[in-house]
């Protein structure tokens, strides 16, 4: 049975599986879920964000799919990266950390649907991130979650 395997990282205390595990993840939970085998919390979560993307499945089910780049040029989202923000987003939303991250994820579900919610988020997410590897400093939560406020209209 293959779990995703979390590595420690010694300076930071934080889990940082590789690109190879997370892919390893996502294609393991879909080939569980379509075998009607049990999955594991994390895996069901995940399963529930791969079931609203239809588009990504048949990457799950190619081998191909596990060391392919996916690259901006070709016009097509990286499958593996936006299911991955998809489970950040639900685990900072339940545990509202950046605090305040849960009401405007509320505010904008109250508003559209869940998932575009979550979408607005991962915009926002996307942004903070790109700025951090720009400017090689940590990643801004203040500036993230103002962001996020914004598009909630808070």
Not at 13 to 27: A, L, N
Not at 47 to 54: D, E, F, S
Not at 83 to 93: F, G, K, N, P
């Amino acid at each position: 049975m293959a779990h995703l395997k979390l590595k420690a990282n010694s300076c930071t205390d934080m889990f940082s599986p590789s690109r190879e595990e997370v892919r390893e993840f996502f294609v393991q939970a879909w080939r569980k879920h379509r075998q009607n085998d049990i999955l594991t919390p994390l895996e069901s979560q995940a399963l529930g964000w791969m079931v609203q993307h239809p588009e990504y499945q048949p990457d799950l089910e190619s081998d191909e799919a596990l060391t392919r780049d996916y690259s901006v040029e070709e016009g097509r989202t990286n499958p593996f990266l936006h299911l991955s923000m998809h489970l950040a987003i639900t685990e900072q939303v339940s545990i509202d950390q950046p605090r305040g991250i849960k009401a405007a994820y509320d505010t904008l579900s109250a508003k559209v649907d869940r998932h575009f919610a979550a979408h607005e988020i991962m915009e926002c997410l996307g942004q903070v991130v790109w700025e951090s590897q720009r400017s090689g400093t940590a990643l801004n939560s203040d500036s993230y979650l103002e962001l996020i406020q914004r598009r909630a209209g808070l």
